[in-house]
């Protein structure tokens, strides 16, 4: 089965970068295509972007200048990095597998999140 | 980018109810939009995509229908682990974007 799950700090300061890893068991990331979502408070959802199985990568353009998504398939993990966050940075960070369909991508396996506040 | 509408916000139902979940888009998505569940302390739920091709394991009490901009996700015959919170999410045109949720509570 293929579980999903994020870890990394809970508080982040103000101008500094967010770094959160997904750890992923049983599937390779060498295969398919898996992303970062994340969902403010007040339930806002937003796709932030992807890393695919041959290590490209794509981001939603309004991060385009914070956002790296990078990974170690000799762990098994992919890694999201937003720099200069903000206290609108505030959110559930999810990890997801994201599916190539007829159109588009929609997200089959997800983690069940991690909460991120930036504060001072 | 497309913005997804989703309605109602909130929604009271039974067990045993039937209950209709709708997204619209701001233009033309075709058929493509995907249906989320989301519980506490659980991993989201992948319900359907391609607006009504149900993801392997989904129930078949849970369907969904439309094209073009406005979809819909239907409940029958409500079961006490359906209740939560819904999203929709097109995956018609790049960057990918989700309608702002649906809670469904117990009446």
């Known amino acids: 089965e293929v579980q999903l799950q994020e870890s990394g700090p809970g508080l982040v300061k103000p101008s500094q970068s967010l770094s959160l890893t997904c750890s992923v068991t049983g599937y390779s990331i060498t295969s398919n295509y898996w992303g970062w979502i994340r969902k403010f408070p007040g339930n806002k959802m937003e796709w932030m972007g992807y890393?695919?199985?041959?290590?490209?990568?794509s981001y939603n353009p309004s991060l385009k200048s914070r956002i790296s998504i990078t990974r170690d398939t000799s762990k098994n993990q992919f890694f999201l990095q937003l720099n200069s966050v903000t206290t609108e940075d505030t959110a559930t960070y999810y990890c997801?597998?994201?599916?190539?369909?007829?159109?588009?991508?929609?997200?089959?396996?997800w983690g069940q999140g991690v909460m991120v506040t930036v504060s001072s | 980018d497309v913005q997804m509408t989703q309605s109602p916000s909130n929604l009271a139902a039974s067990p045993g109810e039937s209950v209709s979940i709708n997204c619209k888009a701001s233009?033309?998505?075709?058929?493509?939009l995907a249906w989320y569940q989301q519980k506490p302390g659980k991993a989201n739920k992948l319900l359907i995509y391609?607006?009504?091709t149900l993801q392997s394991g989904t129930p078949s009490r849970f369907s969904g229908s439309g094209s073009g901009t406005d979809f819909t996700l239907t409940i029958r015959n409500l079961e006490p682990e359906d209740f939560g919170l819904y999203y929709c999410q097109q995956h018609n045109e790049y960057p990918w974007t989700f309608g702002g949720g649906t809670k469904l509570e117990l009446k």
């Open positions: 391609s607006g009504s």
């Open positions: 890393i695919s199985y041959s290590g490209s990568t």
């Open positions: 233009k033309s998505i075709s058929k493509y």
């Open positions: 997801a597998r994201s599916r190539r369909g007829e159109s588009g991508f929609y997200f089959d396996y």
